[in-house]
C-alpha cells in the first residue's frame, strides 16, 4: 500500500499542477507521503557535534532498549533543547541528563571552562504530532556552551519498515 499511495499521491499533484483551472496553492506535502518523514525543522539554537548510539535487540521478543549520547553546543542562549523523536519510542524522561562539558572559545571566546556541571532540567516535553521532543532547562545556558544530553530509551521491533523492522526472506525452502 505504501508504494501506491506515494504513486497516487505523486500522479494527483502532476494533475493538479498542469490543470490551468485549478490554482496552485502549495506544493506537495511530502510528510504526508510517508511517516517518516518529518516536516518539522529543528531551530538552530542547539546543534548537535556527534552521536554515540547503544542499540540492544531481543529480536525474540521483538522489542529493543537503547540509549543515545549526543554532544552538543550552543549556538545561542536558550533554556530549551528540541530534538527529533519517534513517537513510538518510549523515552526514560526522568532519566535524561544534560551535562556541560566545555565551552566552543569561537563563539564565547571570553569564557573559561571550570569543571563539568550537571544543567537542571525543569520538564521534558513530546509532541506526538510532530515527533519532537522538548526539553527545558530551569536556566538559560549561554551561548558557546557544549554539553553531553544522555538519553535512554525503548521500543517495538516491527514487521513494516518503520524504524527498527524486523524483515525476512526464503532462501531455498527456509524462510529466514
Known amino acids: 500500500m505504501g508504494k501506491f499511495y506515494v504513486i497516487s499521491v505523486l500522479i494527483a499533484a502532476f494533475i493538479l499542477s498542469v ?17 517518516l518523514v518529518s516536516e518539522t525543522k529543528l531551530p538552530g539554537e542547539v546543534v548537535p557535534n556527534n552521536y554515540t548510539l547503544d542499540l540492544r535487540p531481543n529480536v525474540d521478543e521483538a522489542t529493543f532498549t537503547g540509549s543515545v ?16 523523536a519517534s513517537h513510538s519510542l518510549d523515552i526514560a524522561e526522568n532519566e535524561i541528563k544534560l551535562v556541560e562539558t566545555g565551552i566552543d572559545s569561537k563563539l564565547d571566546p571570553e569564557r573559561k571552562f571550570v569543571k563539568e556541571k550537571d544543567l537542571d532540567i525543569r520538564r521534558v516535553d513530546k509532541i506526538m504530532k510532530k515527533s519532537i521532543l522538548e526539553i527545558y532547562l530551569k536556566d538559560t545556558v549561554k551561548q558557546g556552551t557544549i554539553a553531553r544530553l544522555e538519553i535512554s530509551f525503548n521500543g517495538k521491533i516491527y514487521e513494516n519498515s518503520e524504524g527498527i523492522f524486523k524483515g525476512s526472506y526464503i532462501d531455498g525452502m527456509d524462510k529466514k
Do not use: C, Y
Open 69 to 84: 549520547v549526543i554532544v552538543v553546543t550552543f549556538q545561542e542562549p536558550t533554556n530549551k533543547v528540541v530534538l527529533h
Open 19 to 35: 490543470s490551468g483551472n485549478i490554482r496552485r496553492i502549495r506544493s506537495i506535502d511530502l510528510s504526508a507521503t510517508h511517516s
